[in-house]
């Protein structure tokens, strides 16, 4: 008997008999990206996998973030899945405790929970060619051996703290806001904020009567427009409850509404621009009407294409301000001490509490996923997104990675609501290994000339999008990455996209084989 690939993968003897597979899918996260794979694998007859987590609870994001303020910033009724919409929503902008609630919910009701593994922070999947399997390993040690990988580690995963000489010298508390810390009183601190994006809009207007002073510190302004808070009192929750399609009718009336602000208006911007400058113009109203200081509203308009950087709804952040205990501060800060924060220009500023509102690690190298993953011939994948630019068939697949599913892989976002990537890239990959399983095949891979033409199609779209028509050089926005390309959104409408994942023909594009 020969030593083989998977004998050298698991550090076997020689000899030692051969495991068998542990699970025909590992999905590797149990945020909504894992969860939906998981409802959506059960519905198709899928139901030998695992789910493993790092954590000990499900949830991704809405587990990790719980900072002051954290709501969803697009309306909870598109923010669902579609076969599991909730009449009990608080409000139209869902708190983060209700959609981590819903999250548990859709856990539970459809049976998920049985396939968590929990602390099960993966390291790394290699790929055997020779017993055409992929070996996940842990970090607590754990091994797992099946016929298919679906990551779904998600987005926001990795928290980015800013490279600022001396941050590791401060000696008060430092806090990034995906890793709140509830133990910690801000009342009466001296506190610093850094970011003013999507997070920062929400928390800063929940801690500025707490704090002694506030300080905000804003490296890329970001366009904001007003934001009408609309609860959802018991007799609408009671019609969404009892009045048949009712709650669908206003679903799909938000989808509309943000898919064509917050999506189209960058996919198609050569022919929607005249709509982003009225947009803007909105959105400077809403700065002049709610800022006092001439000064500070100039500060807070952006100096680029609306679009280019997310943008977001906000009718409390601007107010903060006006506030005595409350500061903008634009100057680029050159240096923290121990006690206090540095600008270019020598001010010197003492704090208590520093604030990281700075997002996280977004299509850099080792954060998508978030585990090493290793493909035919030891190719590693960030490597080869490395040299060949990120790309995936179909925002799915990427070829020389047989067996691999990506729930959010390079182009795959085109609705506003993350819940419409999950639907397609759920149904992309059952649709993948059903057709495999219904040709008596356990390997299937996406064909390199299939993947080329869909790469070079997206390619070939890319300049009608904001990133390309519109102005965005002074947007330092992380739809960017270190290439140049915007990988994070699909240039194309969602609904073609969901056409795609449901009738593009799997045994056109993709090699399926028996090993």
């Not at 519905?43 to 609870?57: N, Q």
């Not at 609306?306 to 903060?320: A, D, I, L, N, W």
């Not at 102005?471 to 330092?476: G, I, L, P, R, T």
């Not at 996209?497 to 056109?508: D, G, V």
């Amino acid at each position: 008997m020969t030593e083989t690939a998977l004998d050298h993968v698991l550090d076997l003897p020689p000899q030692a008999e051969k495991p068998l597979i542990d699970y025909e899918t590992v999905i590797i996260g149990s945020g909504i990206c894992g969860i939906g794979a998981g409802i959506r694998m059960l519905k198709d007859g899928l139901g030998d996998f695992v789910i493993l987590e790092k954590a000990d609870d499900v949830g991704g994001t809405w587990r990790d973030n719980t900072y002051p303020g954290l709501a969803v910033d697009i309306p909870s009724l598109s923010y669902s899945f579609s076969f599991e919409q909730n009449p009990n929503w608080s409000s139209l902008y869902a708190p983060g405790k209700e959609m981590k609630a819903y999250v548990d919910h859709c856990t539970q009701k459809y049976g998920i929970r049985p396939h968590m593994r929990y602390n099960e922070d993966v390291t790394e999947s290699i790929y055997d060619e020779i017993n055409n399997v992929w070996i996940t390993r842990t970090q607590a040690g754990n091994t797992y051996v099946s016929r298919y990988i679906v990551s779904a580690t998600g987005f926001l995963t990795l928290p980015k703290l800013p490279l600022i000489k001396g941050i590791e010298k401060f000696e008060g508390k430092t806090i990034h806001t995906g890793r709140w810390d509830h133990s910690y009183e801000l009342e009466g601190k001296r506190v610093a904020v850094i970011g003013t994006g999507a997070t920062s809009i929400q928390l800063v207007p929940e801690i500025a009567d707490k704090v002694k002073s506030l300080d905000v510190y804003q490296r890329t302004a970001i366009w904001l427009l007003p934001k009408k808070e609309l609860p959802f009192g018991p007799k609408l929750q009671k019609a969404f409850a009892k009045i048949p399609g009712l709650q669908n009718i206003a679903r799909q009336l938000t989808i509309l509404f943000t898919d064509v602000v917050m999506i189209n208006l960058l996919i198609f911007n050569k022919y929607f621009a005249p709509a982003g400058r009225q947009l803007q113009n909105i959105c400077v109203k809403h700065i002049r009407s709610q800022v006092n200081d001439p000064a500070t509203q100039e500060a807070l308009i952006p100096k680029y294409d609306f679009g280019c950087k997310r943008p977001s709804f906000t009718s409390k952040f601007y107010p903060v301000f006006n506030r005595d205990n409350a500061d903008l501060v634009t100057t680029p800060i050159s240096e923290i001490t121990e006690n206090a924060m540095i600008t270019s220009d020598g001010t010197v500023r003492e704090i208590d509490t520093l604030i990281c509102a700075t997002g996280f690690e977004v299509f850099q190298k080792g954060s998508v996923p978030t585990f090493r993953v290793e493909g035919k011939s030891g190719v590693d994948l960030s490597d080869y997104w490395e040299e060949n630019r990120y790309q995936a068939y179909e925002g799915s697949t990427v070829p020389g990675f047989p067996n691999f599913f990506l729930m959010f892989g390079p182009y795959s976002v085109c609705t506003a609501s993350w819940f419409g990537m999950v639907d397609t890239q759920s149904k992309h990959l059952v649709r993948c290994i059903s057709t495999a399983k219904k040709r008596g095949g356990n390997y299937i891979e996406v064909k390199k000339s299939s993947n080329d033409r869909n790469f070079e199609k997206v390619q070939g779209r890319t300049h009608l999008t904001i990133f390309k028509f519109g102005d965005c050089e002074k947007s330092n926005s992380y739809y960017f990455d270190r290439h140049g390309d915007s990988p994070t959104i699909r240039p194309t409408m969602g609904f073609v996209h969901w056409l795609a994942s449901r009738f593009m023909s799997i045994t056109k594009n993709y090699n399926i084989d028996t090993k």
